[in-house]
């Protein structure tokens, strides 16, 4: 049997909202001040897992932020730049994540009853439908996939 | 989230369109959180004004209106709304230039000319014009257990730690919120069992001056992140570090971690004991801090360190107090700063008022160096032109410039950087 059904996961919504697109995934929290380029939504700093990568349009898997407090203006500045990720996945709760969150206006939520960055590969298409709490994973490798 | 009645009446437009969008950003924020209810605050620390080419254009985009550009970035508002007073004492902290040095710093005059419109803007509304990152040097020091909305990792820590008051690290759209409504939410270490130590750092060796509690503080910044440590020492702590030290030593633990609050056991107001800080609960861990985790952060802070020629030495980070502008003229009285190296030293206005009138302003301008306000090299990124090596008595600037600008940093004490200013040469090793 090939697996035609997406892989889901539930969680809570953070921000509401539906969105898809392509999986950006890391292991490494990230900065907002000093840590991102908002003109293009590009992670700069320095020994960062995805530095030189953009964010800009992609599911943002990640465990959570760190760093100034910059944190929501930076990602608030993405979204007038029109490089904001389509939607945030992440594991960690703190005010600079809640916060950066809900001014980048993109779908986003936590407390998942799996870890996502076991779940979600870089390139996998993931539809996140945080009013419903709920996010499908469709892996790369596999027939059928969308690009 | 349950609102009060008072809260439901700004909720519901009660207090005009401003006050109604920043507690629907509240609303969103606090859910976003999984916060029950909101706290009422009288305490804001926040970056209002404007100092970017972008915001210039967005305003002119908007008709020119500083309420639009308050809406946008301050409130998370699509729509402009007139901004009313502020309903709270509202502090304003540091910016990306000194407006006194614009050119030092390497900023055109009509974004200097758009920063004045947007700092008229801000204190029109009833923001204190402190420009600093240390507003608890200049008049804004919160009582223990008051709730504040404050902004600035490194008075976060200090306002949490040190005096005892109650502060999440928030953000420019949740502090313009604040600042109208008197509310943030109640979530974080707003709350008791949050405050509570999970890391035990027992001392092996004395930490004495601010280089040490530097040292101190960005090793375990780096070894438990965000969470919150519990200095503890046998022999007892020794001499009681006092405002530059414990400026100092936030400021390093929350640039390597992302420590909000941490306790020193027998000093700070919430770990008047061991057990006190840790109330009642069993550490996570426990670490050691002995002469070989001294040297080691030394090695990882210096890391960058390569040349020893060195074209800019930067004083002040956070904002230097007095005391340090003391020592500093102490140091470079009589002596020059080396033709191909500048020292620029940063401090709040109010401070630097204080310089002028005592004459240390004097004795560091004629020795060459200068005293600079509002700023500093990590948010402005304004170095002097040409320069490859900086020489900082900050670890939070060590980690940051050479990240943020690929320079070459050595830290040091403050004796060393006067003398690197002076010989143009770093000279200073672990002490």
Partial sequence: MHNIFPLVIRGRKVVGG?????????????SGWGGIDPRTGTVIETRHELRGQSFAGKVLVFPGAKGSSGWSAMFHMTRLMNSAPAAFLFNEMTTKMALGAVVTHAPSMT??????????????????????GVIEITKKNKPGDRP | ???????????????GPAVQKAMDLLMR?????????LVETRNVCATITSTTPFQRDFALAKGGGMDAVFSEFSLDSQETVEIPKFKVFTSHLQLGFDPGQ?????????IVQFYNK??????????????????????????????????ESSAVVYCNSVLGARTNTEGRESTGAAMLTGRIPYWGYHLDENRRATHVVELDVEVESVQDWGLLGYYIGEHVQERVPVVHSKRGIGRVPNLPRLKHFGAAASSSGGVEMYHIAGITPEALTLEQALGGRAPVEVLRYGEAERRATYEKINATGK????????LGCPHYTIEQIWEAAQLIEGRKVHPDCELWIFTPRAIKSLADRNGYTKIIEDAGGILMTDSCSAMSRAVPKGT?????????????LPAILGVQAWFGSTAECVDAACTGRWNGGMQ
């Fill in chain 1, 18 to 30: 539906i969105a898809e697109g392509e999986a950006l995934v890391t292991r490494d929290r990230i």
């Fill in chain 1, 111 to 132: 407390d998942f009853e799996r870890d996502p960055l076991e779940c979600i590969a870089t390139g996998d298409w993931v539809r996140v439908d945080a009013d419903r």
């Fill in chain 2, 1 to 15: 989230m349950h609102l009060s009645d008072e809260e439901k009446a700004m909720y519901d437009g009660r207090d």
């Fill in chain 2, 29 to 37: 924020y606090g859910e976003a959180l999984g916060a029950e209810r």
């Fill in chain 2, 102 to 110: 614009p050119e030092r710093m390497g900023v055109s005059e009509e």
């Fill in chain 2, 118 to 151: 947007s700092e008229r803007h801000a204190a029109g509304l009833g923001a204190q014009i402190m420009n600093t990152c240390t507003p608890y040097q200049v008049g804004n020091i919160p009582t223990r257990g008051e709730h504040c909305a404050w902004m």
């Fill in chain 2, 307 to 314: 040349d020893a020629e060195v074209q800019y030495v930067m």
């Fill in chain 2, 388 to 400: 490859r090596t900086v020489a900082l008595d900050s670890a939070k600037q060590a980690h940051y």
